[in-house]
């Protein structure tokens, strides 16, 4: 069975910049969570899709979005890049009610906003 | 309001020996499961261990067990016989039940683990 995928692995952005960062899910999973992993600290939840749509979210402002697609991979979109999105992003594949060894975390993308 | 707790930012082990990392957890649901992931430099999160709040008996894997004292909230992460490659960030997470339909994880800040030779 294949892992999760992130790309890219790290890239730098502009304050005001707009990203698209991607996952591909674990064969067999359909459901896609974010978190966004600030340095020194634990992942904080961003939001999951399940079939296609946005079913969960977490303290995160609008300009955080994000697609699932028919092959249950996923993208995060973040517009208007500020200072302090800069992070290590994680997304998580899992089925819907996911215990144990159920979620496969990719290496994450590393986000750099200057 | 849901939270994980770890208290210990960072600690030394001698190689072979073992060690508890410690973590506390809130929650008013009945129905949730803890988790611990290792998280080297390369960032990738390795799940290590679960423990379900209805599970009777302590999970262990390997080298891994979790002391899981429920009237104390508290799930620490035992490593028995330790190694350097386990020097890594530990996270202690904790997943809640929404119904089923969220699997939203919520993270410690974690404990960094140098394992001395």
């Known amino acids: 069975e294949t892992g999760v995928t992130q790309s890219p692995t790290h890239l730098i952005k502009t304050r005001g910049q707009q990203v698209t960062l991607r996952c591909s899910s674990q064969?067999?999973?359909?459901?896609v969570s974010w978190y966004q992993q600030a340095l020194g600290q634990g992942p904080q939840f961003i939001f999951q899709?399940?079939?296609?749509?946005?079913?969960g979210r977490g303290n995160f402002p609008p300009r955080f979005s994000g697609l699932q697609f028919p092959n249950y991979s996923s993208e995060l979109n973040v517009n208007a890049l500020e200072l302090d999105d800069s992070a290590l992003y994680l997304c998580?594949?899992?089925?819907?009610?996911?215990?144990?060894?159920?979620?496969?975390f990719g290496s994450g993308t590393r986000l750099t906003v200057v | 309001a849901q939270k994980i707790t770890q208290t210990q930012p960072g600690m030394f082990v001698q190689e072979k020996e073992a060690v508890t990392l410690d973590c506390t957890y809130d929650?008013?649901?009945?129905?949730?499961?803890l988790f611990w992931y290792k998280q080297p430099s390369s960032g990738e999160m390795i799940f290590l261990i679960y423990?379900?709040?209805?599970?009777?008996q302590n999970a262990t894997e390997g080298r891994y067990s979790l002391n899981f004292q429920k009237a104390r909230k508290s799930a620490n992460l035992v490593i028995s016989a330790s190694q350097l490659g386990d020097s890594a960030m530990y996270f202690c997470?904790?997943?809640?039940?929404?119904?089923?339909?969220?699997?939203?994880?919520?993270f410690g800040t974690g404990t960094l683990l140098a394992v001395q030779p």
């Open positions: 997470a904790m997943r809640e039940s929404y119904g089923g339909a969220t699997n939203k994880l919520i």
């Open positions: 998580a594949s899992s089925y819907p009610t996911a215990g144990g060894n159920g979620y496969t």
């Open positions: 929650t008013s649901d009945p129905s949730y499961g």
């Open positions: 899709y399940y079939r296609e749509e946005e079913n």
């Open positions: 064969s067999g999973h359909n459901t």
């Open positions: 423990q379900g709040s209805y599970d009777q």
